[in-house]
């Protein structure tokens, strides 16, 4: 019995494996094409590898987690929460600011606009400029900040089925408060005054905060348990 479980739980890690590589090669062929056309790989070539880091894990952690059941409450309550985190996200990254004049021209009359300047990934940019806000959706950050938000929503709704409740839950827990100060140091990836501070990899070290930062709230259950044995 023991043998079979374990053989299945071999064909499980191989199939997610398969799958995980199968998403990244053909985000890499769709890159290479996309850039055989423009002409524009980017400066480095760590430039052109990274928007695929970024959506290979996020799109693999969505797929992959399952939010607990609990009271519609709790649902709204988390949705809020983590909504309110991802708009944080986005600030901090420089997607989300005040509205800013010089993009009309980019945007034209209606306030939204596109462009192209730069290998798959990092483009095509979306932009919309108006009275009050503007963001400029880069592909590859927005879907990580969207993944990271959900792994948050998956946290607190899974605290929340504890006596001790979602938010006193994720406070009582380090391992899984860490990813929340993440974004400080994501912001490099934006081209804050930050990436002069982290210099020229400001990029790489930022994609690699974010791989911890996913990994930790993904494998929260694991983390918490060592950091409990490590306080032993």
């Not at 400029?129 to 993944?147: D, H, K, M, S």
Request: charged residues 10%.
């Amino acid at each position: 019995m023991k043998t079979a479980s374990n053989s299945d739980h071999r064909r499980r890690l191989l199939t997610r494996g398969t799958r995980f590589n199968l998403l990244f090669a053909i985000q890499l062929f769709a890159g290479l094409a996309f850039a055989y056309r423009t002409g524009d790989m980017g400066s480095r070539l760590t430039y052109f590898f990274i928007p695929f880091i970024w959506t290979t894990v996020s799109i693999w952690v969505i797929w992959h987690t399952r939010p607990a059941q609990a009271r519609r409450l709790f649902q709204i309550l988390a949705a809020v929460i983590s909504f309110a985190y991802l708009l944080i996200l986005l600030y901090l990254t420089g997607i989300l600011g005040p509205s800013v004049q010089h993009l009309s021209q980019l945007t034209g009359p209606h306030g939204v606009g596109l462009t192209w300047g730069r290998s798959l990934g990092w483009s095509p940019v979306l932009i919309y400029t108006g009275e009050w806000i503007t963001l400029t959706l880069v592909p590859y950050q927005t879907i990580g900040l969207i993944a990271l938000s959900y792994l948050v929503y998956d946290a607190l709704l899974d605290f929340a089925r504890s006596a001790i409740g979602g938010i006193v839950g994720i406070a009582a827990c380090p391992a899984c408060v860490g990813p929340l100060f993440a974004p400080l140091l994501l912001g490099g990836s934006s081209g804050s005054s930050l990436v002069l501070l982290l210099g020229v990899y400001g990029y790489e070290i930022a994609t690699v905060l974010f791989i911890i930062a996913v990994g930790i709230l993904y494998y929260r259950r694991w983390v918490s348990k060592l950091f409990l044995h490590l306080r032993q």
